[in-house]
């Protein structure tokens, strides 16, 4: 049974640094049954929007965290992050990881071409 679960979420001030992660069951990272892994965000009111994928097609960030945020995998530890600089008020939301065995350029930004969801985790921007 793949499980995902998120950890590292909090309250931070503007400029501050956080790293999010996503431990991974039911699967291992590195075999070929998990094709992406991706983070996703929800604010209050808005829809869920792509952050960060990597997958064997490449590593993909949303615009505006570009240069920011940073995702990467631990192999040994089965698990992906999400390395959050420069944090921003506007970065607040729920962060959601997740995973799916088939994807292509086309679909990696998309939160419906995903198949598997953590329950996600509170990152909250704010001086």
């Known amino acids: 049974q793949v499980q995902l679960v998120e950890s590292g979420g909090t309250s931070v001030k503007p400029g501050g640094s956080l790293r999010l992660s996503c431990a991974a069951s039911?699967?291992?990272?590195?075999?070929?049954?998990?094709?992406?892994l991706a983070w996703f965000r929800q604010a209050p009111r808005k829809e869920r929007e792509f952050v960060a994928a990597t997958s064997g097609l490449g590593v993909y960030y949303e615009d505006s965290v570009t240069g920011r945020f940073t995702t990467s995998r631990d192999d040994a530890a089965n698990t992906l992050y999400l390395q959050m600089n420069s944090l921003k008020p506007e970065d607040t939301a729920v962060y959601y990881c997740?995973?799916?065995?088939?994807?292509?350029?086309?679909?990696?930004?998309?939160?419906?071409?995903?198949?598997?969801w953590g329950q996600g985790t509170q990152v909250t921007v704010s001086s």
């Open positions: 997740a995973a799916t065995r088939l994807i292509s350029e086309a679909t990696i930004r998309r939160a419906d071409a995903y198949e598997y």
């Open positions: 039911g699967f291992t990272l590195d075999s070929l049954f998990m094709v992406a």
